[in-house]
Each structure stands twice: as C-alpha cells, then as structure tokens.
C-alpha cells in the first residue's frame, strides 16, 4: 500500500470562467481539459482543476458546496528559484492581471516570498527556493 498523495487540486468557484482567465490567461497554464464547469490544466507533478460548486453540490448532494464561499479557502505555492525570479515572476504576473497583495521579501524562514491574488480574492505564494533545491 503506498502513502497517501496529492494527485488532484481542484479550485472550487462560483465563476469558472473568470478563474479559468486567471489560471490560464495570467499564470499560464494550459488547460487540457474544457468541460464548461469544469477546466483541467496541465501542471508537472499534479493535476489542477477549476470546478464550479454547484458541479460539486449536484454530483455529491453535499450541503458544505452550497451557499457563497468566503474568506480564504485555500493557497496555492509556486516555486520560482532565485529571489530575482521571484522578483521578475511577481512583476510579471501583476502586469498580466493577478492581485498585488505584498512585494517580495525575505521572510523569517529564509526564502524570498511575494503574495498575489486570484479574481475571488485568494492569496498565492511565490517564493525562492534554498540553494540544492530544485523546481
């Protein structure tokens, strides 16, 4: 039995298009799959979706799918190498569209970080990686 994995991050919205601009047109991500309610993107590593919430409330009968998502729901991590491409990724994705929310900068635990948000107003991590690491 192996450990359990991330194989799939599924965004919930109440606006799949708007995220999927987002995810596709400012960060980049191709989708490869194009349901409506439903976009699947290409990313190394792990399968990443937008899914509408009533998809997700009609094919589970869930309540917690229902009503309006509020506050931060989740964040998501991307690695971008050396502070300076921190630096440049965070110019980057702010002239394509993302939410300024706070320049890069050395944080405590030692790597260069930068926060942007998507169009529901979830905050996202750029950070630098440590010397040895790899993306």
Known sequence: MRYPRIGLV???ADDVDAMKAFYG??????AVEDLGRYVEFRSDGVRFAVCARET??????HQSYGGEARGQRFELAFPAGTPM????????????????VKPPET???????????DPKGNIHEIYSLHEGEDI
């Open 10 to 12: 599924t965004v919930l």
């Open 25 to 30: 047109g400012v960060l980049g991500f191709e």
């Open 56 to 61: 997700m409330l009609t094919h589970t009968g």
């Open 85 to 100: 491409d921190v630096d440049k990724l965070y110019e980057m994705l702010v002239e394509r569209g993302a939410g300024a």
């Open 107 to 117: 944080m405590p635990w030692g790597r260069c970080t930068a926060f942007i948000a």
